[in-house]
């Protein structure tokens, strides 16, 4: 049904009103919005005849400057036209046909959320320009802007390359390493049709009982800077003022605004026990460098933190979000709100609560299911007085801005460049840059002598090598969280190489390699490998405390019979750990089993780049970007802590 279609039959009385009015004439609404129904009812054709009217000579030009093409949109837009550029909604809960009547601006797929048909790169595909191509069908013709979090790859869909989580990124420090990464991502994420990301994580966490820690790269916000600069440039290019982004690149998302890392106890979505002022000093030394060092990239849009700062949500901070981001900063793109957020303001209904965040700075509201009320809301905000029309014409301005900077008006869905990427996607060469990353993260904690050699030397000249483990053989612990679904999950989950097989490929043909998950293999080897740390988790549900921040259960009942088996071992046989994990655990009750331990965080598919260290002529490269506490339960006080509370300070890191 097409959009004006639409308007004369469906709409509330509300929403024909509003449509009736056009934006950007300088004029209030508040009379439109009073008059009487039953005048505008006999009204209706002549008026809707007049105001459909669409001039596309400006804002279809791509040869015409940015600025002129927004302004040549929004002066014939509608009211309700331009609230349905600010909301977002999730995939499975709108139809095409929704998104032409409506001229929804944005949809997106939360963690997990595959098309109904599958989720193989050919279901995203079809299911993405499938609803790009009803958004060129609505009155105006403006193309849907499609989100996803491809925070480690295209992560969600079967098949593509994922990388280490951004924990083992910081510690390999790279920042050559991580613009390819961002261009391989980039790529993957096209390649399905899908213009836009939200990556990178940016914050610092001062906890890591914190479930997002190993979303981001480091403590410390002067190892962010330099690595969100050289990721955002991968993602979406090298972007000047007014250049338009080339269809090979995506738009990236600096998230998460901001102080998340700073909760209290680590808790996720909690609050920073700060007063403004003092948050205000703790931006001024050096919280905000990552951010501004994205700006400084041309990062197109920002995404609000849950977080709250002295008890007032960052989505509901005008402070933060006007004040600070867009007037100090000069951010010049829009802010998303992140997944329902701003229902964990403190407004006591709904409408309030869309009050609030639009007035702090929100522009483009991610409502994965009640995206309609949303719009209604939105309206009646304006309608009464409580959000001005100059505010929604600001939000939906830089909403434009970023679709007509990505390129979305001068494309068209399944192109000519979506269909070579689509070529690539998961390739050989993509799979070799994530090994490259594999690589260099790894962490040698320790390498003790055996004999006259170190550990690590032992194990090249090692002929039978027992594997203890499940995580040795798991591609889903690998991967960690947000791989294909939101948590995470353990097993054969997509397409990849294990630790395991990784071995094997990278020993010679006269050494053995054999598994078990009791270390009942020992007899008889010469050299052990476990790998063990912890199952897959996603946010809140991989909140600890520090007694609980600890290898997995299942993964402490191999240790245990490994315990009990080193007695069989040769006295010179190495025994080298393996954690799979995303960041710092207690590991104290075992470390003294191990003549070597190496932080291989959460890899993700290639962990054939594992064994390319461990067995390899390449050397360890990565060092700790968090400070690793012998005891959990004393992080709080890492920065001051003596020496002897320290297991690995941060910076640690060994060669071979």
């Known amino acids: 049904m097409k959009f004006d279609t639409y308007v004369r039959r469906k709409l509330p009385a509300l929403f024909l009103s509003a449509a009736l009015v056009l934006g950007g004439c300088g004029s209030s609404n508040t009379d439109a919005f009073s008059a009487n129904t039953e005048s505008l009812s006999t009204q209706n054709e002549a008026v809707i005849s007049q105001t459909f009217e669409v001039d596309q000579s400006i804002y279809m030009d791509s040869s015409a400057p940015i600025e002129d093409r927004v302004a040549a949109l929004l002066a014939q837009m509608t009211l309700e036209e331009k609230v349905a550029q600010m909301v977002q909604a999730e995939q499975a809960s709108i139809t095409p046909e929704e998104v032409t009547a409506y001229g929804i601006g944005s949809v997106l797929s939360g963690g997990g959320s595959a098309p109904s ?121 090298s972007l000047n003022k007014n250049d338009y982004m080339d269809q090979e690149h995506v738009i990236a998302c600096a998230k998460h605004f901001i102080g998340e890392g700073y909760t209290t106890d680590g808790i996720n979505q909690g609050n920073v026990d700060m007063t403004p002022e003092e948050f205000d000093e703790l931006l001024a030394n050096g919280v905000l460098d990552p951010y501004t060092s994205a700006l400084n990239a041309g990062v197109l849009t920002v995404m609000a933190s849950y977080n709250s700062v002295d008890g007032v949500k960052c989505h509901e901070n005008k402070h933060l979000l006007t004040d600070v981001l867009k007037n100090e900063l000069g951010f010049t793109g829009f802010v998303v709100s992140d997944y329902n957020a701003i229902e ?102 320790k390498n003790d002598p055996v004999g006259d050699e170190t550990a690590l030397s032992a194990l090249s000249s090692s002929k039978n090598i027992a594997v203890v483990g499940q995580k040795a053989y798991d591609i889903g612990s690998q991967c960690g969280g947000w791989t294909i679904t939101w948590q995470g999950k353990a097993g054969k989950i997509t397409q990849g190489t294990t630790l395991i097989e990784g071995f094997d490929q990278a020993v010679d043909s006269d050494v053995a390699l054999s598994h078990s998950l009791d270390a009942s293999n020992c007899e008889g080897a010469d050299a052990v490998i476990a790998v063990f740390g912890e199952t897959p988790y996603a946010e ?51 470390e003294d089993m191990f003549d070597a331990i190496i932080m291989a965080w959460l890899p993700g598919t290639e962990g054939d780049g594992v064994a390319d260290v461990l ?13 690793w506490m012998k005891d959990m339960n004393d992080i709080g006080s890492k920065d001051t802590a003596d020496a002897d509370k320290i297991l690995y300070p941060y910076g640690y890191g060994l060669k071979k």
């Open 615 to 627: 067995f390899g002529d390449y050397d360890f490269t990565g060092t700790l970007k968090y400070t």
């Open 540 to 590: 809140t549900d991989g909140d600890r405390t520090g007694s609980t921040l600890n290898i997995c259960s299942s993964d402490c009942q191999s240790l245990d019979a490994l315990r009990e088996n080193l007695t069989v071992l040769p006295e010179d046989a190495p025994v080298i750990g393996i954690i799979i994990a995303g960041r710092p655990i207690n590991i104290s009750e075992y």
């Open 117 to 237: 048909t599958g989720n193989t790169p050919r279901d995203w595909q079809a299911r993405v320009n499938d609803l790009v191509s009803a958004s060129l069908e609505s009155r105006l013709s403006i193309p849907l802007l499609y989100g996803i979090d491809a925070v480690h790859g295209n992560n969600n869909i079967y098949g593509a390359t994922v990388f280490p989580h951004n924990i083992g990124l910081g510690a390999a420090n790279d920042t050559e390493l991580m613009e390819e990464i961002g261009t391989v991502v980039g790529e993957e994420v096209r390649a399905v049709g899908i213009p836009w990301t939200f990556a990178p994580t940016l914050g610092n966490p001062m906890n890591v009982t914190w479930g997002r820690t190993y979303e981001c790269f480091s403590e410390r916000p002067e190892d962010i800077a330099p690595l969100a600069f050289a990721y955002v440039e991968g993602l979406q290019g």
């Open 344 to 445: 964990q303001t403190s407004g006591a209904t709904y409408k309030d609560q869309v009050e609030l965040c639009v007035n702090a700075g929100i522009d483009m509201f991610m409502e994965p299911n009640t995206w309609k009320e949303c719009m209604e809301t939105l309206l009646e905000l304006v309608a009464e007085g409580r959000v001005t029309e100059e505010r929604i014409n600001d939000a939906v301005t830089r909403i434009l801005r970023v679709k007509f900077t990505a390129g979305l008006f001068d494309t068209e869905p399944n192109n000519t460049t979506e269909q070579e990427l689509f070529s690539s996607f998961g390739s050989d060469e993509h799979r070799e840059v994530a090994r490259r990353a594999v690589r260099e993260s790894l962490v040698l904690l």
